[in-house]
């Protein structure tokens, strides 16, 4: 079967990214990772046709596994009875020493662990980047705001 689309798709499955832009915005990110997915057929087919979203996605320990709650992976369209579940919980994969290592940060100071975005490599594999990050506060938020708004002016005033 020869789907326009799906040809298209895999020419430019380098450049696909799932970005959370809310967690830039909420959290203060100390640590960044880069972890495998544990994804069933569909669940990739979906991500490469850019159906997934991060909003309220987090990562959570079980049984010292690192997991992905809340990310959402459309059902696949040509998917059949087999289709994936969109919400469930997906296992991400680090090494013992990274997941030790993000455990004990987490346990210690009350930090939290956010997906920031989900990729597709070069080799088709998907691929999340998660943080390790401190919630900002109100006035956080608003110090952020103020020096982009800065910053955006002194690029105009420059290319002026």
């Given at each position: 079967?020869?789907?326009?689309?799906?040809?298209?798709m895999?020419?430019?499955?380098?450049?696909?990214?799932?970005?959370?832009?809310?967690?830039?915005?909420?959290?203060?990110?100390?640590?960044?990772?880069?972890?495998?997915?544990?994804?069933?057929?569909?669940?990739?087919?979906?991500?490469?046709?850019?159906?997934?979203?991060?909003?309220?996605?987090?990562?959570?320990f079980?049984?010292?596994?690192?997991?992905?709650?809340?990310?959402?992976?459309?059902?696949?369209?040509?998917?059949?009875?087999?289709?994936?579940?969109?919400?469930?919980?997906?296992?991400?994969?680090?090494?013992?020493?990274?997941?030790?290592?993000?455990?004990r940060?987490?346990?210690?100071?009350?930090?939290?662990?956010?997906?920031?975005?989900?990729?597709?490599?070069?080799?088709?594999?998907?691929?999340?980047?998660?943080?390790?990050?401190?919630?900002?506060?109100?006035?956080?938020?608003?110090?952020?705001?103020?020096?982009?708004?800065?910053?955006?002016?002194?690029?105009?005033?420059?290319k002026?």
């Amino acid at each position: 079967m020869n789907l326009p689309g799906i040809r298209k798709m895999k020419r430019q499955s380098g450049n696909i990214v799932i970005k959370n832009r809310k967690a830039s915005h909420d959290y203060e990110f100390l640590e960044k990772f880069t972890a495998g997915m544990v994804l069933t057929g569909t669940e990739i087919k979906s991500i490469r046709l850019g159906k997934a979203a991060l909003v309220d996605s987090y990562c959570f320990f079980s049984n010292s596994e690192l997991f992905i709650r809340g990310m959402h992976i459309a059902e696949y369209y040509w998917g059949n009875l087999n289709n994936h579940d969109p919400v469930r919980d997906r296992k991400l994969l680090l090494t013992k020493r990274e997941l030790r290592r993000i455990e004990r940060k987490v346990k210690e100071s009350g930090l939290t662990i956010i997906a920031t975005k989900v990729f597709i490599t070069g080799k088709g594999l998907a691929k999340a980047e998660i943080a390790i990050a401190r919630g900002k506060k109100e006035y956080d938020k608003r110090e952020t705001i103020k020096r982009r708004d800065s910053e955006r002016e002194l690029d105009r005033m420059m290319k002026k």
